[in-house]
């Protein structure tokens, strides 16, 4: 016999309706009522009562009063065959005892579990079976005959109902373990649902953090590329000036020169500060190609510094993404101030190569060079700072590479390669 019994299938612990619970005692008052009126004329009246009571009392022992032991296979097939016997008992000495049969298979569909149940039902219909064949004689062929179909009549009608019974269990238990199933995706779901939610919340955090830190890194290459190389031209335009001033040879036009340089720079660097504050493109690309502007940025650093830059531009010039102009075009500033600054060179070439997949920016001089091995952090010992830092983050934010070639006295070399991004219609 299987183990004890899923409450869901099988439900023998749970409080049993009262017509449930009342029906065999009901039915063994009624048929003990029978047997008195039938038999208290006749002997054997005591027997068919001993036998009612131990019946009653069985049932109330091992069923009524201990709904633990509803779950007990083993316990549940002593009770019912210790049952079946006695109603066997009586019905074989009384046909009318077979009326009990509903008590009977009420506590075979409700105690025993498929497919032991079809044993209980079986027990109980041939005992059914008995009663109702008890005028037949089963001492003839026929008579057996009979017999055994009046039986086989009893079992396969409540075999029928069992199967039923099963299936629909089966199908409940099913649907069960279906919701328990969908219970578990939810919480699941609901478990990811909010695991995502914190997750996009942080990652709209860092998002929100990586904008404000790619801000603040474009502002400060802005602000070194416009207001810090222009505060310096001026500032390098008014100590002239002020030399110039104080050395009786120089004359009153080079002291004006330098002043006039170092108002137009201001009013320059103020244009591309407000530029930079809307993310504009520079003015030099505003209306020209990136070798025309390369062309006049290099022809007013020339005329500012007093020394004259080769621009040369090989391949064929085609108009290119704003992000690889504007980087090429700061690069070439940058390249340019650092020479102005710290070079003290003679000649200054800058190389513009428009390749099939990349465009190369070269700005070469023959000053007095530095050594690349001795930079440290930020600054190198040569005075180089933030301009190679944000050279380098404007190419390599392209996908781009930067090169910085230089040894003491040997001049210095800058060379950057970007993805040739053609301008979309």
């Known amino acids: 016999m299987s183990g004890p019994a899923p409450r869901a299938r099988l439900n023998a612990r749970e409080q049993w309706p009262v017509a449930v619970a009342v029906l065999p005692y009901l039915l063994l008052v009624l048929l003990a009522a029978v047997t008195v009126a039938e ?9 068919d009562l001993v036998l009612c009571a131990f019946a009653a009392l069985w ?12 779950d007990n296979p083993a316990a549940m097939a002593v009770f019912f065959a210790v049952l079946m016997a006695i109603v066997a008992v009586l019905v074989v000495r009384d046909p009318w005892w077979g009326f009990f049969a ?13 497919p032991w149940r079809l044993l209980a039902v079986a027990a109980m219909a041939v005992v059914a079976g008995t009663a109702q064949a008890s005028t037949i004689a089963k001492t003839t062929l026929f008579g057996l005959i ?7 009549a009893n079992i396969l009608p409540m075999w029928g109902l069992a199967w039923v019974i099963w299936r629909n269990g089966e199908q409940n ?45 474009r502002m400060a290459r802005e602000i070194h590329d416009t207001l810090a190389q222009g505060l310096t031209g001026i500032i390098t335009q008014l100590q002239a000036a002020d030399q110039a001033g104080e050395d009786a040879g120089e004359d009153a036009a080079e002291w004006r020169r330098h002043v006039t340089a170092a108002t137009r720079l201001a009013r320059e660097s103020l244009t591309e500060a407000r530029r930079s504050v809307h993310a504009l493109r520079p003015e030099p690309l505003e209306t020209a190609r990136l070798s025309e502007a390369l062309t006049g940025v290099a022809g007013r650093w020339s005329s500012l510094h007093g020394l004259a830059v080769e621009v040369t531009t090989t391949g064929t010039a085609r108009p290119m993404d704003r992000e690889v102009e504007v980087a090429l075009l700061r690069t070439a500033q940058e390249a340019l101030a650092n020479v102005a600054r710290h070079a003290r060179a003679t000649r200054v070439g800058v190389t513009l190569s428009y390749m099939e997949n990349e465009v190369a920016l070269d700005v070469r001089d023959d000053g007095c060079g530095f050594d690349p091995a001795k930079m440290t952090g930020e600054r ?10 944000a050279m380098r983050q404007r190419i390599e934010g392209l996908s781009g590479t930067l090169q910085v070639e230089s040894e003491p006295g040997g001049g210095t070399g800058i060379s950057a390669c970007v993805p040739a991004a053609e301008a979309s219609a």
Request: hydrophobic share 45%; proline share 2%.
């Open 146 to 152: 009979i017999y055994l179909a009046v039986v086989v």
């Open 173 to 217: 238990d099913q649907r069960e373990q279906a919701l328990r199933e969908a219970r578990e995706a939810n919480r699941r779901l609901e478990a990811s649902l909010a695991e995502n939610a914190g997750l996009h919340e942080r990652l709209v955090a860092q998002a929100r953090e990586a904008g404000i830190m790619d801000e603040r890194q």
């Open 39 to 47: 038999k208290h004329a006749s002997g054997g009246l005591t027997f």
């Open 59 to 70: 049932t109330l022992g091992m069923v009524t009063l201990r709904p633990a032991w509803r």
């Open 380 to 389: 190198t010992e040569t005075g180089g700072g933030f301009g190679l830092v």
């Open 102 to 114: 509903p008590a009977g298979y009420v506590f075979a569909f409700r105690l025993f579990l498929w």
